[in-house]
Structure formats: structure tokens, C-alpha cells
């Protein structure tokens, strides 16, 4: 019998592991984040890593006092994009900027990157034209350049997958593990607008601002580059898997929990207009939907003006949504002060939940 228990561990702490391992357990029942657990605890520490598994990228010792850092991010067809609605060069963009994004969340400087592509045997070359100029335009734009990859044949669909460096002097770097009791918390941009975005495109839609954000999201490279710098958080994710999800990846590292207040949540008036006031319907997907590609990020209280300067610089919103607590766990306060109940966690490939990402 499996045995789910909620332990402290230096990588996750907000999931459920599973304490022992046995043949023929189901990838449902462990989870995205439980398997990745179970590969990284038969690593073994190495002086060459300063920042091995569990961050938005990993950082290795590159020149004198300047760290290397590394993600990688797959797209994969019918998972992360449907090719009834998505375009080409805008896939691209967004095959790079969801890399991109977790180098801003290190607060790191982007540089080089690798193309790897499996690709259906009779599948369109002015697809792939398009999407090649949509991602060396998004390229140009960040300042990265391709410097090699991969290309094979796919049984089952297109696949992308990019591998991106960037470099950070070591101690401006922001980790996910670093937030403490007192910090507030705050995001950028607006929450939940690729989920709708991806909901209207099922639907039928093909127009509008939120189906914008989700197939062209921007990373927020310039604005983690300019608080890292400026050495104004304490800690840093991107949202990716959504809201929760993404701040439960702060809390468990830093041993940590949160206060969210509802009624700061920053949402478009497009999203705004789309949703009643119903609270569960309002913020489910702001919360729980994923690809947002915003920032989230922890600073002292005392720094909000000198935040809100930066941002206004870039033209960005950012919003303070919350405070870490020594008490684990997230509580959701609605403005009337009452903890609320049951709204969605967060994206993960495993668990029964979803059909496509977000
Ligand atoms: P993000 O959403 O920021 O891209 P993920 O949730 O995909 O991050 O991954 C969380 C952490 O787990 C990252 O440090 C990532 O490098 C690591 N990771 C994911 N998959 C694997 C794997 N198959 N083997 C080793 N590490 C992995
Ligand atoms: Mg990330």
C-alpha cells in the first residue's frame, strides 16, 4: 500500500509525497512533483552545483564571482499547445519566453540557448519557417542567441524543447528558498488572463486580449534583472503552474507559509468583466490557472515605494497580495477577513485534473 504523508524535505514541501516506492505505482498517485522528487534524492551533492534541482533554474559556478544558470522547458503538442488554434510564430515566442521567464525569476541576465525538435514526418515546412522567425525575433528582442540543439523524427506529434543560459553575479541571484516571516508578497502583472485565454480559444474565440496573453505571453526578464539588481527581494518564482501552486513552491522551500488577501489579486478588466462576483468562479483561474509567466516575489514591507518606482519605470503593475508567515501553509483571507475554502490548486501532469496545461 502506498503511504501518503506531508513531510519537510529540502525540495518540496508543499506536496504529498510518497514515503516508499513500489512497483507498479501509478504516476497519479505520485504526481509532476513527486516524481521529480524521487529522481532528486538519488543525486548526489557536488561542489560544482551552488543551486542543483528544485529552483526555477540551476546555477553553477562560471567565471569569478558569477554564477551560470540553466532551465529547460519542453512544449509539447496537444499538452502545452493545440494546432487547431495555435500560430506559428507566436509559438515560437512563447516556446522561448517560458524559458526566459525562469531566468527573470533568478533575477538572471539571459545569454545563449539550445533548439531541440521532434517532428512528425510529413508535417508543414512553412510552419516551422514561421515558427523559427517567431522565436528569433522574441530571441533579438532578450538579447539570446541560438548556439546549436537537435532535430529528429516524432511518432507522436511536434515537440520543443529549449535549454536556456543566462548568468547572474552569485550574490543577486533569488532563490524560491529564501522568504521569511513578515515579507509581503507581490506579483506582477494580472493573474489568470492565459487560462481564460485558453478557455475562450477552446470555446471557439480567436480574438482578444486574454487569447493574446496565452499564445504570446512576456517574460518579465527586464524587471527580475532590475529587482535583482537593485537587490530588492528576498526571494522569487515565475508563475508558471498558477498562483498557488507557484507560491507553495516558496513556502515549502523557505519551511514557510502565507496570507493571501483576495481582494488585491491584480485581474484585467477583461477577466474582471468576464467572470460575476461569485468568489469561487472569480478567482479560480487567477489562482489556480497556470501560464501567466508573471513574477512572484517576496521583499520587507518597507521597500514597497522604491518597488513601485522600479515598476513604473518598465511600465509594469505590481501588486502586494500578501504576507509570509512563520505558520505553514497558504491562507486565502476574502475581504471580509474569513478564510476561504476550495479554490483550485495548480497545475501538475500527473494528477487527474486536467486535460491540457492550464
Ligand atoms: P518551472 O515550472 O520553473 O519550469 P518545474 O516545476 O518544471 O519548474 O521544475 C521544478 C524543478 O524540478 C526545477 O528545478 C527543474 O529543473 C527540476 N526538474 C523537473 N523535471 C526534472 C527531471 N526530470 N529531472 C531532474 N530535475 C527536474
Ligand atoms: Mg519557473
Redesign the pocket.
Known sequence: MLRKVNVTHPFWTKVTMIQEIKTGQSLTDLGEFGL?DL??RKVRPSSAVTIG????A?AFQWRANCLALA?T?MLLEGVHFDLSFCDPFRLGRKALAVNLS?IAAMGGRPRTFLLSLAIPKNFSIDFLNDFSSGLLEIAEEFGVTLIGGDTCVSHSGLVISITLYGEQEKQKVTQRSTARPGESIFVTGYLGDSALGLKLLREGQRKGDVIDRHLDPTPRVHEGLALAEAGLTCSMI?I??GLLSDLGHITGRSAMGARLYLNRIPLSREYSEYFGSDIHERYSLALGGGEDYELLFTAPTYRKCEIEVLFRKFGTPVSEIGEITAVPGIRLLSPEGETVHGIAAGYDHFLPRHGMKS
Not at 534541482?53 to 526555477?56: P, R, V, W
Open positions: 521529480i529522481i532528486a534541482i528544485g529552483d526555477d540551476a532551465t522547458d525562469d515565475d508558471s503552474d
